[in-house]
Structures are given as structure tokens and as C-alpha cells.
């Protein structure tokens, strides 16, 4: 079955503690991203990746990480969480061709609440 | 910058009453207009994709439609299970890379 896979589902942190939300897709899909979805703000980019070894920077990357090492996976890391960062996360994947993205499939999505 | 707006936010029809969603859109070379519905606590799920001015695509009781400054999302004969939020993103076409931008969504009740 093709699909996004995010790890963990639900994650309550503090603050300053290093933590790692798991993307994996089975799709061989070159593009993968992930958004934090805000209630009134919607569904903002974080970081984007067009393949493996190749990221940018979305709308609000400031205190993200991200690496592509694998085509499959795509984590997001948070080196020094902070209460603003709790959100709805979610990834992505989709085929990039030559007319750019075409259907992305999304992740069940990652509640963390940093206290 | 790019901008996606959605109207109306919040949406409540009766069964069997159609009506459409708007999407206005800014952005520097349109690359695609994609259109997702996302039920509560769930992922987005894609429902189309429009790529040029005058292009239409139909699924079950959705149609989407596309001119140079918005699209539409036309809901046909709705029913209970079309409540959901649908969201507009639109990608700009460039010489390199270039996000997706969303917009805030309109969340459509549909009443028995």
C-alpha cells in the first residue's frame, strides 16, 4: 500500500530537549516535505526536498533541521524545541516531473506539545 | 510573495444544495493549483491538480476550474460525507525550486 509513514503520532517534549519526527515513504517519490498546520495560520512549508541530498528552506524553517541521506526518508529535526513550535506536523511526497509537483500524499500527521 | 486566499472560510449547506468554493491567487508564473480535502485529524488528501488558465477537472460531485487570478471548487448535490476542510496551494513556476503555498482552507458542513 503507498503510503506516507510519520513516527511518532503523538509526542509531548520540554523544552530544549532534542528531539526527531520519522518520515517514510514507499513510493519512490522524489520530492518530500514537511508542514506544521496552525490553527488560523493553515498549512505552512518548513523545509522541502527536490532528492536525495538536495533541501530548502520553506516558509518557516527557523529552528529546523532536516536531512535527506535516503530517498525514502525525509526527518525533521528539532535541536532545541520551544513552546512556539507546538503544532500539527505533517510530511509529504510526491513525484516531481516536468510539470513540477503532481499528487502529493501526506502523512496521518505528528501532535507535539513542547512544555 | 505568493498568496493563496479561500472564501469563504466556513461553509454550512444543506444536502443536495450546491454551491462553489473560491481560491484567489497571486504568484509570480503559475506552475499548479492543487486542491486537498482534509477531514479532522487526518492528512490532507489530494483531489486535483490545474496547470493553465481555462482547464477544468471533475471528480464524483467536485469540479475544479482555473483562470489566470483564481479557482474554483464547484460542489455538486453535496452530501454529509463531503464535510471536510478543502485547502488551495499553489506552486510558482521558477528557474530553480519552489515551495508549496496553502491557504487557510474552507471548511464545508454538509446537513442532512
Known amino acids: 500500500e503507498a503510503q506516507v509513514t510519520q513516527n511518532p503520532r503523538y509526542l509531548i517534549t520540554v523544552t530544549g530537549k532534542k528531539l526527531t519526527v520519522t518520515c517514510s515513504q514507499n513510493m519512490n517519490h522524489e520530492y518530500m516535505s514537511w508542514y506544521r498546520q496552525d490553527p488560523g495560520l493553515g498549512l505552512r512549508q518548513i523545509y522541502y526536498?527536490?532528492?536525495?541530498?538536495?533541501?530548502d528552506k520553506g516558509d518557516v524553517p527557523e529552528g529546523y533541521k532536516v536531512s535527506r541521506k535516503e530517498k525514502r526518508n525525509f526527518p525533521l529535526i528539532l535541536e532545541s524545541p520551544s513552546p512556539n513550535q507546538t503544532s500539527l506536523y505533517f510530511c509529504a511526497s510526491s513525484p516531481w516531473t516536468a510539470r513540477g509537483n503532481t499528487e502529493a500524499f501526506f502523512g496521518q500527521g505528528t501532535r507535539l506539545t513542547v512544555v | 510573495e505568493d498568496q493563496v486566499t479561500q472564501s469563504p472560510e466556513a461553509l454550512r449547506l444543506q444536502e443536495g444544495e450546491s454551491s462553489s468554493l473560491n481560491c484567489s491567487y497571486t504568484?509570480?508564473?503559475?506552475?499548479?493549483l492543487f486542491w486537498y480535502r482534509q477531514d479532522p485529524g487526518k492528512g490532507p488528501e489530494f483531489l486535483f491538480t490545474l496547470y493553465s488558465a481555462g482547464e477544468e477537472k471533475e471528480k464524483e460531485r467536485l469540479k475544479a476550474t482555473l483562470t489566470k487570478k483564481e479557482s474554483f471548487l464547484h460542489i455538486t448535490a453535496p452530501k454529509p460525507e463531503d464535510s471536510a476542510t478543502y485547502l488551495c496551494?499553489?506552486?510558482?513556476?521558477?528557474?530553480?525550486?519552489?515551495?508549496?503555498?496553502f491557504g487557510k482552507g474552507t471548511r464545508l458542513s454538509v446537513i442532512a
Open positions: 496551494a499553489v506552486q510558482a513556476r521558477n528557474s530553480g525550486n519552489t515551495p508549496l503555498v
Open positions: 504568484v509570480s508564473g503559475l506552475r499548479g
Open positions: 526536498s527536490m532528492n536525495v541530498e538536495v533541501t
